[in-house]
């Protein structure tokens, strides 16, 4: 599968927009570690190698577990993740897959507000919606994600 | 969330076997590397914490790289695996969800491009063995080792 373009050079200002809104996430003040959890479940989602790649390689330099990672699509019957991670999860999943599941119900709102301020959750919404945007530029044009080298299987 | 019964004391006879049928395709000849790849892929499809927690461990020991396991959700958009893999793979999605595939022909044309007939009947036990384990865990909800109060990683 090769790229498809590349987007970043074809339309700099778009991708720049992005950016920045992706900048302001990055500063808001919700915790590294949980960004990075909310990023790696929405591409998982997505499927979305290159983000995938990026954002594994990212969590790991920080600190975060192996195992923390590699359970993460099953969040929901591990007791890995804290509850304001796992309400963020949540809110993820709904916001991820909002046309075939009909939006967040009430009680994953309620459940989000129990541990995220309003700002707070604002703050989620919008690093929810720039991972998706991310997960579709990539999907979309097929970037190819480092080290995508021709496959060699472990032992 | 509390575990609801142990499927191992509760009904040894009926679990005696799964284990040796799980014994069975681990001597099937299918490779390792491939097995795990195939039980992390139904496991993460089913969101099942124990068994993504046993086949990720089972799998480092054996050699796989982290890359390859963070990025499986996304293998169709990623070069880290082989054709014979992502044939496996696919076969593994089209069963796992066979309820919404019906196990296309295509997906069992390109498994047969790679596999033996023979290959390809182990290939499916070992499919309908992992979404067996997945059920059982899932369904009483057994607990992963290190299952413990959740510390999110440094900020």
Excluded at chain 1, 117 to 126: G, I, N, Q, R
Aim: hydrophobic share 40%; net charge negative.
């Amino acid at each position: 599968m090769s790229q498809r373009l590349n987007a970043f050079q074809v339309a700099p200002g778009a991708i720049d927009a992005v950016l920045k809104t992706q900048i302001y996430v990055n500063e808001c003040g919700l915790e590294h570690s949980l960004l990075e959890l909310v990023k790696m479940r929405a591409s998982q989602i997505n499927g979305c190698a290159y983000c995938l790649h990026m954002h594994a390689a990212d969590a790991r330099k920080a600190g975060e577990s192996e195992a923390r990672l590699y359970l993460l699509d099953a969040w929901h019957e591990s007791g890995l993740y804290s509850p304001r991670e796992r309400a963020a999860l949540a809110w993820t999943e709904a916001l991820t897959r909002v046309s075939s599941e009909g939006g967040p119900s009430d009680a994953t709102f309620a459940e989000l507000r129990a541990h995220f301020s309003e700002k707070e959750a604002v703050d989620l919404t919008v690093a929810i919606g720039a991972i998706n945007t991310w997960n579709r530029i990539n999907v979309g044009f097929r970037t190819r994600h480092p080290a995508d080298k021709p496959a060699k299987a472990a032992a | 969330m509390s575990k609801r019964l142990n499927p191992y004391t509760t009904a040894p006879d009926a679990m005696k076997p799964m284990m040796a049928l799980e014994e069975s395709i681990a001597n099937s000849g299918l490779e390792h590397s491939l097995i795990e790849l195939v039980k992390m892929r139904a496991s993460q499809i089913n969101g099942c914490a124990y068994c993504l927690h046993m086949h990720s461990a089972d799998a480092r020991k054996a050699g796989e790289s982290e890359a390859r396991l963070y990025l499986l959700n996304a293998w169709h958009e990623s070069e880290l695996y082989t054709p014979r893999e992502r044939a496996a793979l696919a076969w593994t999605e089209a069963l796992t969800l066979v309820s919404q595939t019906h196990a296309p022909d295509t997906d069992y044309e390109e498994a047969l491009r790679h596999f033996s007939p023979e290959e390809l009947v182990k290939l499916t036990l070992l499919i309908g063995a992992i979404n067996v384990w997945n059920r059982i865990a899932i369904g009483f909800r057994s607990h992963h080792p290190n299952d413990r109060a959740p510390k999110a990683a440094a900020a």
